[in-house]
């Protein structure tokens, strides 16, 4: 549906208000959102790799982008700074992120490549970002924090830490936004490659974007089971979320990045966002963050 390429196109996010989907392109350094309705992409240029954005409760945008959080304001493209982590360690961004059921905003860090395949290990962190703009760090050591999201019932907090190959389910306390006790949800097959983006459905299944695997998975928290595959027409599936105006159709980001030139001209697709209908389950609206 999104024809405008992608170096890196990550996090769609539905946007009722504006009945249009936001989405980043990390490597291009651009905040994106789409209409539907006029099938335009407007931008915004930011100062560096943006790994995520999200919805705030009055208006704009949270952005996590190098090392820091900070506001969008997408009528004046001014972005301001909230606070800034990790300042030693000039390899790192910030990387996937999402607002839990009280309108805090995760996200998590990753070391760059330094060479092609080349990545200092466990130099990431998952940090949350709360309205009073505090920050506490909630889990460290990490590799590539990725995709997240809560179950229905906000007791589990699923994340996605990508060079483990697998979704993990932790306790999570909606009063604290704390999480704690991390299980084994999922190990992915190797056909699957490599999870990085994540969302709910209404159901309470996970849909796991594959990247390099060309698919979304959808699993059962229940059973730790893979129930559906959706495969894509190009490989660098990189996230996914559900939209459109009563959430029954699932939008799904890619990349070009990390493609020679003869994948991509066998690929003609890639970097371009997709739509996926006739799925036969609807997704849940995001959260704000709630300042």
């Known amino acids: 549906v999104v024809k405008e ?3 890196m196109g990550e996090c769609p996010v539905w946007e009722e208000r504006e009945s249009a989907l936001v989405y980043v392109d990390i490597n291009s350094q651009k905040v994106c959102r789409w209409s539907p309705l006029t099938n335009e992409v407007q931008s915004v240029s930011v100062d560096a790799r943006v790994g995520s954005v999200a919805l705030r409760q009055c208006g704009g945008y949270v952005i996590a982008l190098g090392t820091r959080f900070a506001f969008l304001d997408w009528d004046t493209q001014a972005v301001t700074t ?12 910030f990387n996937d992120g999402k607002v839990d059921p009280k309108g805090r905003f995760f996200a998590g860090t990753m070391a760059e490549e330094t060479a092609l395949g080349a990545r200092a290990r466990r130099q990431g962190a998952l940090y949350t970002l709360f309205p009073d703009r505090s920050v506490i760090k909630q889990l460290d050591q990490v590799d590539i924090s990725n995709g997240l999201d809560w179950s229905l019932d906000h007791r589990t907090f699923f994340h996605i830490d990508s060079l483990a190959y697998a979704v993990h389910a932790f306790s999570y306390d909606v009063h604290t936004g704390k999480i704690a006790c991390p299980k084994l949800l999922y190990q992915l097959e190797k056909e699957e490659q490599m999870p990085d983006g994540m969302c709910i459905d209404a ?4 849909w796991v974007a594959c990247i390099d695997g060309g698919r979304v998975i959808r699993i059962d928290p229940e059973t730790g ?3 559906q595959t959706v495969r894509l027409p190009t490989q660098r599936i990189t996230s996914c979320c559900f939209g459109g105006k009563d959430y029954s159709e699932m939008y799904v980001t890619s990349a070009y990045d990390g493609l020679d030139e003869a994948t991509l001209a066998k690929e003609p697709h890639a970097g371009e966002i997709f739509k996926i209908t006739g799925l036969g389950v609807k997704g849940i609206p995001q959260n704000f963050y709630a300042a």
Not at 84 to 92: A, C, V
Not at 203 to 206: H, P, R, T, V, Y
């Open 5 to 7: 390429k992608n170096r």
């Open 82 to 93: 909230i606070v800034e982590l990790e300042q030693d360690k000039p390899n790192n961004r």
């Open 203 to 206: 159901e309470g299944k996970l």
């Open 225 to 227: 089971k893979r129930i």
